[in-house]
């Protein structure tokens, strides 16, 4: 059973292989009183994995088998559909026990997600208690930190001596989803410092807590911005964050493995954001087909019907591009230049942006760097395409219509388009921030459209100084 | 000085500017006492934050009032540049004192990025042992969990009781990153298990460490990528991981405010990468614009070669688009309307995969889901299209080469190449995982340039077939 003794040599994911083939024989064979024993020993992350990958008709007499505070763990592991899959298999008090051992972010997250009428029943089981507590939480703004925060903290009062301290963690500890951070509150529950295990470890057992505790509390409101809850704990190293209300009363916490999970989903609606896609709470492998083309058509469809300018220009100019032909080629790769370059700098920025390295204030200072940068880049582009027509083009291919002029007009174009597209792209998502839109929007495809018409402007402006049609 | 007593109705960032402005009267009063009280008190990142907001020449000087320990935790939070203005305005007998008590995975992120003559010097101020650790860590791979990882951990013996443990904690525990995470290896060094200061608070006194640690533990090697890590931090919701060798034998350990910078890095590296440029460790903002440019230049050449196609089939086809010149005008609209098509399945599926929702065998599953996404988005589209180049383009804008035929030819090329480029963007990023490179390469800038070349064949097909020219 000793997973470590065996592991000269291994790593963690072939330990993990081995022990899934293992219960899975153990299932096979019937041998209920090992499994059982053997998940118990388990991480509960590993024994939800090892049951969401079992047969769906013996999943539920699988998960029975666990004790009441494995099976809380493991159901808490679940993604949503294997927690409907459980609590339909199950009486209502077996639903209660599970309910009142669920952490109550835990238990909040899972209620946004599961469908109406399985939320009602789950209602209807919790003690009133819990279930005033799940619907007060459910009433904070979406994302805000009152949504991700958790009830179970321990709190101590600034006169208690560190032997008391350590007689409450111990009395009411077991179920507190963080005992090394204590949150020191007066009798009115406001927050008055906070206090580490660390601390009281180091400390006489005389010591009184207000002599120990750090009055210079990091901590967040109930409608702060997830986003910003994410940066105090990146930017200060926490592994709890009190949230208190506007009279400054703590009414909950956020623990540092709730934040690495905001993390991720604020990384996906970045990149879903950028990529043209309305953000969705729900993962691409479990979201069904009419909901990503909700989340996607809406996008397709504007930027599709934006590309109408430059249908508009082409048409516009078709006479004075039927007597240069050549340079009807050398559109797509104008177009693609400039969407890259713009891309470029728009994500640098947004990203800059994200972190903190970049604050709207630093605006011309970005553009004055952008457009170094682009005069660098577009030159570079140009001088390499002027001699790529000439060479490639003209003399391998044999294309009659590739001219110096025509090359200088191609090359010229990157140039300008280059510098446009790389200043407006950086400036762009700088605006949105501005006005608090998410620059994640100012990203690729919108900067392409934006590029494509200007970009097309200048190749016509271009072509009629140096070809003079 | 009791931050949280006006609390109320207040945010953090508003109690953060009060005390910077009460700060900067301190220092230009010159009441250097008080400056000094005021910032031991202070979170080590907010006077980080506050000294690299006051003038150069003024503050290795007040960088001085601090004490040992504070100064050594400001420096941590410092980034390089501030921490080499720092290091150049101190004595070597100073230095060595801030060496000493950086915790050796601090040291070693600031000898990555200091230049070669600070970092000479830094190691001789550094003593033997310290100077053969940093040495050591150097050595493993970048973006390794041997490079992340630190040294500072309590180690117990399996032997020990409770109160033995409790001693040992108190008597290390001062300099360590985590205590509350307590690593039991044997007398080889080989990691036994782990034993959480929780469970040695709810145990009693005499009960042993080989009964209570949990020997079912998660750790890394020394040479894991540092992505793999931070999905262990986020699966299993770990405060700390353990870090072996080939043998078995524990090294260090990462600890989780580490893999939130892990985590940042990593989406960095993704937004660069997917919008086409060379990933770089420095932030936008400290970056100069010649780096940059070295970083954008490469995607960006190849990705205008690569548009050559594009120009070589209008070439070939001109004297046939000649012939319909109205189809010119919608070239831009079909390129735009893959590209973006595309890019949405590629990041939907780039995302999936870093996320572990999505692995590569699930590709079959992958591409039938994309295929029925891209008809419905494809239908959409094209229907949109069909009915607003007729009413727009042919009946209100009077251009008269919208015909019907024409009108079905650009909808019919919408359809095929959403189709085809929803399935390639999802398949590429599958493809690249399976061969080992990040998927992230394969995102809009590149998909677009697959997709324009298809498009445009797919374009004149359809056009040939059609309009029978």
Redesign the interface.
Known sequence: ????EN??????ETIQEQRNDELSALLDSRNMRALKQRME???E?DVAEFLSEIPDNRMPMVFRLLSKETASDVFANFDVPDQERIINSMTDSELAGIIEELYLDDAVDMMEELPANVVKRVMRAATPQTRALINQYLNYPEDSAGSIMTAEFVDLKKYMSVKES?AR??RI??DKET??ICFVISSHR????IVT??DL??ADDDTIIEDLMD???????TT?DQESVSE????????ALPV?D???RLVGIVT??D???V??QE??E???L????TPSDK????SG??E??KN??P???F???S??F???I??HF?SM??VQ??L??????L???G???G??A???????LS?G??EPR?ALRVAW?EL??AL??GL??AC??FV?MLI??GMI?K?E?ITIPVALTVSLA?LFIVIFAKVVGSMLPIAAEKIGVDPAVM???LI??VT?TVS?LIYIYIAKLILRI
């Open positions: 059973m000793d997973e470590l592991a000269d040599a291994l790593d963690y020993e388990m991480n992350f350590f963690i111990r500890g077991e005992i090394y406001k927050l008055e410092g295990v660390k470890l180091l009055r210079n509390v990091i901590f967040a409101t702060e105090k704990f990146s930017d200060y190293d926490l592994m208190v506007t009279e400054g540092v493995d934040i690495i999970d993390m991720e990384t996906t970045d990149f879903e950028m990529a043209a896609m993962p691409y492998a479990r087909i009419l990503i083309w996607r058509i996008w397709l469809m930027l599709m019907l590309a109408t430059t249908s508009m082409l048409t078709e591009l039927a032909a050549a009807i080629a050398f559109i797509p790769t177009m693609g230049t969407g890259n370059s891309a470029q728009s994500t640098a920025v947004i990203r800059s972190l390295d970049t630093d760097k170094r940068i660098l880049c570079s582009l390499v395409n790529k490639l083009d291919m294309n219509g990157i990203a690729n495809p392409s459209t494509d097309l």
